[in-house]
């Protein structure tokens, strides 16, 4: 996402990937299973074929002809360079044994930690204006110090126990901002809220304004020319869903790796500071 870079403020605009100042950490310490998403099996620290001395990707422009649609849609939510440039303070994994391992286990869990911010950020918009944002300032400011703390103070991080912390904060902050505008009578079909099984659902032309979908399985379900403004779709899985000319802008919670993973259009609205995955159709 375009100037999401600068870690060291720790806001929501520096929540973005910045490759150039990242030892390629996703393509290293992650592991790949042989799927439609990665055509071959790759272990956690074993490096990617494709990643050169540089740590740039030699296929870069290429990655979904050659069968790595996975790398096309993963988002690390900046933590790359946060690993990369704060944590190891410009040490790379290849320098030696220890520091490998030790960025290796770091890197995983910086990503959830800026993951979480990321939401913390767009909650504190939620109910700014609309009652007293401290305890959501707050959880954001103890997330982002844990963020910035040194690779053994990391390794003992219960991370699960953080998301379970905050999630009610973020609850309240939807249906603080969604309240101002009520969900659209319901359509004849599969039942829309919270966990729904949406797989392959037809939801073409839909309102979802102001509608919780959170949680939800959405592969593969056709939401073209949906309104999805005020619309909540934390975690919401919209692997291959078709969000040709959907207005996502104003979705609660959306993330870019949900926009990466799904297919859309030119006619796609995506909220400010979103990048159009160039996969995408005109």
Not at 118 to 127: C, G, Q
Not at 236 to 262: C, E, F, I, W
Request: charged share 25%; aromatic share 6%.
């Amino acid at each position: 996402m375009g100037g999401r870079t600068r870690v060291a403020l720790g806001r929501r605009e520096d929540l973005g990937a910045d490759c150039g100042e990242c030892f390629g950490l996703c393509c290293v310490a992650l592991a790949f299973a042989r799927s439609t998403d990665f055509p071959v099996d790759k272990p956690a620290g074993d490096p990617c074929v494709n990643l050169d001395d540089g740590d740039g990707c030699r296929i870069h422009p290429h990655l979904r002809d050659s069968g790595f649609k996975g790398c096309t849609v993963f988002d690390c939510f900046g933590a790359g360079q946060k690993v990369s440039r704060r944590t190891f303070a410009g040490r790379s994994w290849r320098d030696d044994p220890e520091t490998r391992t030790a960025m290796f286990s770091a890197f995983p869990l910086v990503r959830r930690l800026h993951e979480l911010l990321w939401y913390l950020d767009e909650a504190i918009t939620l109910v700014e204006g609309d009652q007293d944002a401290a305890p959501w300032i707050a959880a954001f400011d103890r997330v982002l110090r844990l963020s910035d703390e040194d690779p053994d103070t990391l390794a003992g991080l219960d991370v699960d126990a953080e998301y379970d912390a905050v999630r009610p904060l973020l609850v309240t902050a939807s249906e603080i901002a969604r309240r101002h505008h009520p969900p659209a009578p319901r359509r004849r079909g599969r039942p829309l809220g919270p966990g729904s099984d949406l797989m392959g659902a037809s939801l073409s032309g839909a309102d979802l304004r102001g509608v919780s979908i959170r949680g939800s399985v959405a592969i593969a379900a056709d939401l073209s020319r949906t309104q999805l403004r005020l619309c909540d779709v934390l975690g919401v899985d919209l692997r291959d869903a078709d969000l040709s000319g959907a207005d996502l802008d104003g979705a609660v919670y959306l993330t870019q790796m949900q926009v990466n993973s799904a297919r859309g259009d030119s006619s796609t609205v995506l909220p400010e500071g979103f990048v159009r995955p160039t996969h995408w159709g005109d």
